[in-house]
């Protein structure tokens, strides 16, 4: 089984940043790609961001594009999401996901790819 927490989350004013975290432990697949989501209050989950297995593919959301940025830290098997220039928009409870992979394929853009997924973190922006 593998566990996935994600840390980072908080109050923000619109126009400022944060940087979420989300550590993989457990049974991780000794090759996977990681993706987040977000959920709004009354809305579906929605794609935001992922990052293949070796990070040459990193997908984004049009509303967050040069916004937010990605990345990976394999040997901590943590990924991070830079959120720059926040907007009220962007509130919602942030989730993080990984999906074992055999190649380091484009990760998809689709919740129901991902395999394992973590509680959550709340992110508000006010204006």
């Known amino acids: 089984q593998v566990q996935l927490v994600e840390s980072g989350g908080g109050l923000v004013q619109a126009g400022g940043s944060l940087r979420l975290s989300c550590a993989a432990s457990?049974?991780?697949?000794?090759?996977?790609?990681m993706g987040w989501f977000r959920q709004a209050p009354g809305k579906e989950r929605e794609f935001v961001a992922a990052i293949s297995w070796g990070s040459s593919s990193t997908p984004y959301a049009d509303s967050v594009k040069g916004r937010f940025t990605i990345s990976r830290d394999s040997a901590k098997n943590t990924v991070y999401l830079q959120m720059n220039s926040l907007k009220p928009e962007d509130t919602a409870v942030y989730y993080c996901?990984?999906?074992?992979?055999?190649?380091?394929?484009?990760?998809?853009?689709?919740?129901?790819?991902?395999?394992?997924w973590g509680q959550g973190t709340q992110v508000t922006v006010s204006s």
């Open positions: 457990g049974r991780a697949p000794s090759r996977y790609a």
């Open positions: 996901a990984l999906k074992g992979v055999i190649v380091a394929r484009t990760p998809s853009n689709v919740a129901n790819w991902y395999d394992y």
